[in-house]
């Protein structure tokens, strides 16, 4: 069972099909009026080692999610994962 979001937040997110690591769960997107969790967002790939910032994030709807152990969340995604633009910074 889980407690609370910052449950989740520690644990990491594999993709079951390729062995992919997602990286630790971010935030997540509930529905309010019933109460529900939607999916989760993992953070894209650094890019040139996060100096060139990051890839758009990975949404994974909560009905990709296999099973919740104690350190990590499984996925079984079927196709393609779902994609979030992340917001842009400039250096100036």
């Known amino acids: 069972m889980i ?3 910052s449950d989740l937040r520690c644990k990491e997110v ?5 062995g992919l690591r997602l990286g630790y769960v971010y935030d ?8 529900r969790l939607l999916s989760l967002i ?3 790939r650094a890019r040139f080692f ?3 910032g990051r890839e758009d994030d990975y949404v994974l709807p909560w009905s ?3 099973r919740i152990g104690g350190d990590i969340i499984l996925i079984d995604v079927k196709g393609e994962m779902g994609r979030r ?3 842009r910074h400039s250096f100036f």
């Open 3 to 5: 407690g609370s979001f």
């Open 14 to 18: 594999i993709d079951v099909h390729t």
């Open 28 to 35: 997540a997107e509930f529905d309010e009026a019933e109460g």
């Open 42 to 44: 993992t953070p894209g």
């Open 50 to 52: 996060g100096l060139l």
């Open 64 to 66: 990709c999610i296999a």
């Open 85 to 87: 633009k992340r917001p």
